[in-house]
Each structure stands twice: as C-alpha cells, then as structure tokens.
C-alpha cells in the first residue's frame, strides 16, 4: 500500500522494490522503519485457511469524486475529497486516497491477480482502516477509464484532471470479505490497520491494465507471515 502512510518528520529514506532499498532491506533503511523486518502483524499475507465468522457489515458511504491524481514514485494514487466513507462495526472512517498495486500484494489461496487497488480511511481518533480490491484482466472498466487514460507518466505534483471519478462503481457486487489485523504496506509498515479484503474481484481490459503496469512493473510488497494472527472469512 503505496504511501498509506502518514506524515511523520524528517526526511524519509529513500525505498523501492528492487536492489538495495527493496523489501527485505526496508527495516534496514530508518530508524523508524524497524517495524517493517520486527512486526508481527504485516501486510500482506496470504489469504487462505481463514476462520468463517461474524465481523458485521461494512457499508461504503462513496460518491463521485474529482480526480485528484498523484504519481508518488512508488504508485499512482488518487486523492479523495471530504465526504466519502466507510462504517466498519459502527465507527465512520473517511476516505484519504486509493491507489493501485502490480501485481496484487495480497495472495487469494496462493494467487495473485493482475492489480490491487487500496482504499485508505482514517477515523476521528486517527485508527486507519483499508479495504483491498482484486482487479483481474476482463471488460474495460467503465468507471475507472478517465483514471487509466490520465495516468501521470513521471513522478511529481498532484494532477487535476477534468471530471469525476465514480468510487461507488469501482466495488464488487458480491459483499464476501476477509477481515485481519495488519500493516502499511510501505515503509514505515505500521501495525494495527484493521485491513478489510474482498474476495470478489472487479475487471479492467487488458490495455487499461498494461497502462498501469508500463508505469510500475512491480510494485508490490511479497506476502508477509501470519504468525499467530486471525483471519476471519466473512463471506
């Protein structure tokens, strides 16, 4: 998850997906970055052999927003205006940004799908939860083609382009999630993220999905152990 992470002081040593700042160096890099190689609860995982249980429902309070693009270096994201949410167990949380993985960071029973897109929500007292959409090769996807068709190329300032963005259209039909404690999944990989994961996935044309992937060959953290973690299938 590219940039879910909040401003902290300092300036942040640099990190990548590859070479000397890849992955498994990022608890190397920072002081505050530890938690990325000690942590027990990072994301992502593998999403298999989960507990069927009852976490109650997760509603999406999503409207059409302006299309607010960034691309951070790592990702492109999308950042969201006041009034979009999401109410998981009674508490509101609103949304901040989403933005895009290649390939998916989490695994379904050992797969991964072509993309991943985040959705990043903050509540009032600051708890961070984010919800994981699998996309797969299929139809164009309506709802995201302004988003496919503006991508910045190069790293730099936030884009504003013409038009809405439909949030709302982006979700899958099918409400069947899984629910665990997690991470950032950027540096500084901080814990206790209430990570919400369908397991339905939306689609996007080949071509929609290869302008993302020009950009960002890989962008994806590898799979992280559960440890002694719940997963909870909330189909």
């Known amino acids: 998850m590219a940039s879910d992470?909040?401003?902290?002081?300092?300036?942040?040593?640099?990190?990548?997906?590859?070479?000397?700042t890849s992955p498994e160096k990022w608890g190397e890099l920072q002081a505050d970055f530890k938690v990325c190689q000690l942590g027990l609860?990072?994301?992502p995982i593998d999403l298999a052999s989960a507990i069927r249980g009852d976490v109650g429902t997760v509603d999406y309070d999503y409207k059409p927003l302006p299309l607010h693009l960034i691309n951070n270096g790592h990702t492109i994201q999308v950042n969201a205006d006041p009034?979009?949410?999401?109410?998981?167990?009674g508490t509101r949380f609103e949304l901040l940004q989403f933005h895009f993985h290649h390939p998916s960071e989490h695994l379904l029973a050992g797969k991964n799908f072509d993309l991943e897109c985040h959705f990043v929500h903050k509540s009032s007292n600051g708890a961070l939860a984010v919800s994981g959409v699998f996309i797969r090769p299929g139809a164009a996807n309506a709802a995201l083609k302004?988003?496919?068709?503006s991508l910045p190329a190069k790293e730099g300032p936030e884009v504003r382009v013409n038009g809405t963005i439909d949030v709302g259209a982006m979700l899958p039909r099918n409400g069947g999630y899984?629910?665990?404690?997690?991470?950032?999944?950027t540096p500084p990989c901080s814990e206790g993220l209430t990570w919400t994961v369908h397991k339905e996935p939306i689609e996007a044309s080949a071509e929609q999905i290869r302008k993302f992937a020009a950009l960002f060959p890989n962008n994806a953290r590898p799979v992280q152990k559960r440890n002694s973690r719940f997963l909870i299938d909330a189909s």
């Not at 009034?83 to 167990?89: F, K, L, P, Q, T």
């Not at 899984?178 to 999944?185: H, N």
């Open 83 to 89: 009034g979009c949410a999401a109410v998981i167990g």
């Open 146 to 149: 302004t988003f496919f068709d």
């Open 5 to 20: 992470a909040p401003a902290h002081g300092g300036a942040p040593a640099h990190w990548s997906y590859e070479g000397k």
């Open 178 to 185: 899984f629910r665990y404690m997690g991470s950032l999944t």
């Open 41 to 43: 609860e990072q994301t």
